[in-house]
C-alpha cells in the first residue's frame, strides 16, 4: 500500500464534523486512494475530503471534483422514464414492447418492471444464481478481459440483444433482481418514444431545469471533466498484482445503467429536488418511493428503514476504480453525497466490499441516525 494514502490530513469546509472526518479517514486508511463527501442537513453543509487525488501524489482529491457515479445513474434515468410518463409519451404500465417491437420482448414485460428490475430478464454484465453459480454475461467483466476492452465502443443493442437470448430468470412480475439490460432497454424506450438520444431528453428533462452543470452523459466519450481525482483498478495478470488507472475509459459497455459522471453538489441537488417533489408529480414520485418488498427497490431507488423508525432513499454506484454514495430523506431535507477512488492496496472484490460497507454503514449512521446503529444497507 503505498504511503502517500496516510500522508494527507483531511480536509474539510462547513461546521466541524470530526466523526465525519474520522469515517472518511478510515475509507482511506482501509486501502482506498481518496474520498470526497457532502453532507446536507440541519446543521448546514459539511465537505470534507480525505486521501489523494492521484497515487504518488500528495494532493488531496478535489471537494466538488468530477467522479464516475456507476449505478446511480439508474435513478437519473428512471426519473427521465418518469418525466415522460408525466408527459403522456410512455404509460408505465403499459408493455415494454410497444416501443420496442424488434426485441422480442414478453408482452408481459412493462415499464413498471424494467425500471423496478421484476422483469425476470438475464443481466448482460452477468448473473450470480441461487446455488452460487457464475455465468458471464455479453461483455468483458473483470480483470485482464474488461482492460483489453475498455476502449471498445458498444451500442446499445449490443449489449442486451445477447442478454435477450438467455433464458429469462422467472416469469415478468414474479420475483425480483437486479439487472443492468432492464436499464440499457429505458434507454432505447426513451430515444424511441421520443425521437431524441438519451442525452439531449436527460438535458431537457433533468439536467437543465436543476443546474446540473456539472453532470454528464458521457455516452461512448472516455473522457471527464476537471477537476476530479484518479480512479484504479487492482486485478491479476499472469498470476501477478497488476493496478492500472481507470480514470479514462469508454463507458458505453454500461450505457444507461451506470455510465453518467457528476459532483457531490450536483448529486445533492438533484437527490433533494426529487424526494422534495420538484421533478415528479406526486402521484409518480409515490409510485417511485414504493418498494419492492424483496429488496426494498421502488422504480430506480432503494427505500431503507432506520433504527428509529425513519425512512432513507438511496441509490449508490461503482465499478472498476470508483465508488459513489447518494442517500437522503424522503422531503430531501438531509442528503449525503460521496464519492470514493480505489487505490493499490491488493484487496479482492470480498475484502474491498467489505471494508466500504462497514464505513458506509457508518456514514449512514452518524449522518440519517444520530450516530446510533444502522441496519445492514442493500447495495446497488
Known sequence: MSESLHTVETTAAGPDRPELREAIQEIVDSGFAGMQLR?????????????????GGAEAP???????IGSITKTFTATLVLRLVAEGRIGLDAPADDHLPGFGLDRRITVRMLLQHTSGLFSFTGEVYDDGTVVPGGVPGIGKEWMDNRSRTYRPEELVRPALSRPARFAPGADWSYSNTNYVLARLLIEKATGRSHAEEMRRLVLDPLGLTGTVVPDASPEIPEPHAHGYYGYEDA?????ADTTRFNPSWISAAGDMISTTRDLHTFFS????????PAPLLAEMRTPHPKMGYGLGVFVEKTDDGGTIFQHNGGFWGWAALMYSTPDGSRTLTGSVT???????LAATV????????????????DGRTAPDRPTG
Open 39 to 55: 453532507v446536507n442537513d440541519e446543521r448546514g453543509e459539511w465537505v470534507g475530503t480525505a486521501g489523494v487525488r492521484e497515487l
Open 62 to 68: 478535489p471537494a466538488d471534483g468530477h467522479f464516475r
Open 239 to 243: 498470476g501477478r498484482w497488476t493496478v
Open 273 to 280: 429536488a426529487l424526494m422534495g417533489g420538484r421533478l415528479l
Open 342 to 348: 480505489c487505490g493499490d492496496a491488493e484487496l479482492d
Open 354 to 369: 467489505q471494508a466500504f460497507e462497514k464505513v458506509k454503514q457508518r456514514l449512514v449512521k452518524e449522518v440519517f441516525c
